[in-house]
């Protein structure tokens, strides 16, 4: 069962309209739920535009003071179509100071962190002999590193980044765990059994095919009782859309994706309960669905299955 978010309720985003049925009196709430352009819906109010920056200097180290925001917020006021915004932030960000491979290092590290409180409880639980991982550009911020001494085989499946992209290698910390990296559409994993797996970048992050061919991967060497994690957005309507997306565009944005692929990610959110529906086809049930951050107006949570 989704828990309900009461941060969320108090953003912005909430306040204006979306579980009050006065608010939707409100013509600006109306334009923004008639208005097709996700960047126009958020950049051009003030009050979701500061919810919007204080989300991206939250989630990803793209603090509300950086020029940046100013100019991202001039360039959607002249434009119209969502591709040649996408582009032009894109210059933006590459002529702009700011130091993309340190603010990648923080942005995983936080990552990290809030990942692997919730791992900590299935390593404790049980002695695992396999675990897997999916979306991370460097093995080095696997969650898995964080927790108690892992007995069993662990895997880290990374996609590179363009270097001047990819995050700073770590001086702080030394993982108590060293997952074998893995690079490549095909690599070995010499384990017989996964019974974790994560995918920290959501599916939303692959196409159909991808996706399938993943799991049937996960699912092939993990047995009933397994347990998969990985965020969701629960886009249910039209605003959730808005935020998701221009959240999701500037998470690719800071990895030098470029607008097609971005674009692929946009086609793929849907709600949680559709993901439910999509995971009982690869044979897994829902274990548990968690808010990730209650103090934001990102539609973001945990979801946690179960292989049958």
Known sequence: MTLSRRAFLKSGFAVAGLTSVDAFASPWIRALLNESNSYHALYLNKYLFNDLTALLAK???????????????????KVQDEGVIYQRLSAILANSKLNMQLLNMHRLQDLQVRFSQYLTEFTQ?????????????????????????????????????????????????????????????????????????????????????????????IKQVMPSGGKLVMPLFNVQQTAHKHVVSVFNDWKNLLHGRSW?????????????????????????????????????????????????
């Open 59 to 77: 989630q990803l180290h793209l603090y509300q003071d950086s020029d940046v925001h100013a100019q991202a917020l001039e360039c959607v006021s």
């Open 125 to 217: 639980m049980q002695k695992l002999s396999g675990y897997l991982s999916f979306g991370l550009p460097d093995s080095e911020f696997d969650p898995i590193n964080h927790l108690p001494f892992f007995n069993g085989q662990t895997y880290t499946m990374t996609h590179a980044l363009n270097e001047s992209y990819s995050p700073l290698q770590r001086a702080d910390f030394s993982g108590v765990v060293q997952p074998t990296e893995l690079i490549g559409k095909t690599p070995k994993i010499n384990v017989s059994s996964v019974e974790l797996a994560a995918i920290y970048d959501g599916p939303h992050s692959y196409s159909s095919a991808e996706f399938t061919s993943m799991m049937l991967r």
């Open 260 to 308: 097609h692929a971005a674009q692929a990610q946009r086609d793929r959110l849907q709600s949680v309960t559709a993901w439910h529906k999509e995971m009982k086809v690869y044979g897994y049930k829902v274990h548990a669905v968690i808010p990730l951050d209650e103090n934001t107006m990102l539609p973001e949570y945990l979801s946690i299955y179960e292989k049958v």
